[in-house]
């Protein structure tokens, strides 16, 4: 198999692995030898802060796994094409599409070839050769494996902006169910306490993030967002990324032998609502508590969280949009830290009278207004943008 025809299957397989916006200034040493651009804006998944959409090469060392990982396309026990890089050969590959423009960073995963070890090596070398040879100074997440011992992600560390560790599910029992040879401990949050000691060290200036696959091992949302809450208090996780479960044979020849997990597709609207969640507790101050989930312990599927949360609370308004603390902005549907900060500022020489100039400001109106005052005057009713339909499935929902 020829490069062309590896990098179509390993690109085709590292899909389900996610990555998304970041953009940090990476602190490495550049000069009149080195490539690679640094900048703030240059060094990205998909997307800058600014929507400016970037390219970036997300491939697998491998797709050759030795464990049986029911969730997971790669998995020993499913019937397809395997193919495998080596470092010196991927690292070429990159630098071409690199110096073509094709391209401004690369997200580097594996399935487990050999040992977790073995593989990570292999990982490690190719970026070594990307830093030491191609003098290439851009942007590289490195996707640590599963029980990856400590002195590798310290190397992986010293080369990478970014580092993350797949926990998949959040709760040991959970993990069971879907990955039986991985232990929760040792394998997965052992990595992620060793990535957080380089981080602390100053390295990883873009820190490290983690995946679940949501719906794979019938785990519940509250279950996740515990798990995800717990990272980033305690493990100074950046970012966690929720996947919808896929079942494999969707897409591959399973075997007779290989047993699917017990639960069927998750769809995506749920996980939209976990980023959703996951947002308020990262950007609005909202804690895990805040909020409202149904009696299956899992979030609305028909409403957004925050207007959810709003509605729970709907002795709390409507707010006065002129006088209301910071905080308390932040809870109106429709008003985001942004136009929260502006609507602060603003109202310190003006006084705030038409939703135009809320408009302007940054504030969805037509979700912002049955919660709101404007000098006193309020400027609409929920009915106006909730179905009354699921106002009267409401106390159901929240309950």
Known sequence: ????????????????????????????????????????????????????????????MTNSCRNDCQYCVNRVSNDFERSSFEPEELARLFIELYRRNYLEGIFLSSAVQKSADHTMGKMIQTAEILRHRFKYRGYIHLKALPHTSPHLIERGAQLADRMSVNLESPTPDRLKLIASEKNFMLDLIAPIDAIQKQVQKGLLKAGQTTQFVVGAAGETDLELLKTTNWLYQKKGLKRAYFSAYIPPDLTTRASKSANQPPYHRAPLWREHRLYQADWLMRFYEFRLEDLVLQQDSNLSLDLDPKMVAALKNREQFPVEINTAPYKTLLRIPGVGPTAAKRIWRVRREHRLTDLNELKNIGVVVKRAKPFILLNGRKQGEISSIVPTKQLELFPFVVS
């Not at 490069?3 to 998304?20: H, N, P, R, S």
């Not at 970041?22 to 802060?49: E, F, L, Q, V, W």
Request: glycine share 10%; proline share 5%.
């Open 1 to 60: 198999m020829d490069t062309e025809q590896k990098l179509a299957v390993l690109g085709a397989a590292a899909k389900y692995d996610i990555c998304a916006s970041t953009s940090i200034k990476s602190g490495r040493p550049t000069g009149r030898d080195t490539i690679g651009s640094h900048a703030p804006a240059g060094i990205c998944h998909s997307y800058t802060p600014d929507g400016r959409c970037v390219s970036l090469l997300k491939v697998l």
